[in-house]
């Protein structure tokens, strides 16, 4: 990943901004569209991104793709207990009653001081009459 930024770092250093970029089979392309598309890559791979963009679409009520984020975010760093935790608030709005208490139990592992994920998974259990 560093060689790559590296190298694309050095080719933009030898491009004039704002320029046209021309390549041998008369393809043209712009140096300023090229410099904005980077920086969604260079995040693509973090967790805390995925995690930020799992956030707001459960805020607009995209549970099912916050879920996919938080999974995303949770491959990346599976020592995210507020990633399981948020994962599991989305499971237990879409009813998926066992997801979310396992996704409870997961941040109660990682930390056990996570007061929240005590307290939600012990409604859910009180819910399915399982105390």
């Not at 491009?15 to 260079?42: C, D, H, R, W, Y």
Request: aromatic share 12%.
């Amino acid at each position: 990943m560093k060689k790559r930024t590296a190298f694309i770092g050095t080719i933009l250093s030898l491009i004039s901004f704002g320029q046209p970029l021309l390549i041998k089979t008369g393809i043209v392309l712009s140096t300023t569209g090229l410099i904005l598309s980077v920086p969604e890559n260079v995040y693509a791979r973090d967790s805390y991104y995925f995690f930020k963009r799992a956030f707001k679409k459960g805020e607009k009520g995209d549970h099912y793709g916050a879920i996919s984020d938080y999974t995303k975010a949770i491959e990346i760093d599976p020592k995210d207990a507020v990633a399981y935790y948020n994962r599991g608030l989305s499971k237990d709005i879409l009813k998926d009653y066992s997801g979310a208490i396992a996704d409870y139990t997961k941040a109660i592992e990682i930390d056990p001081k996570y007061a929240d994920a005590y307290n939600n998974r012990a409604i859910l259990y009180e819910d399915l009459g399982d105390s």
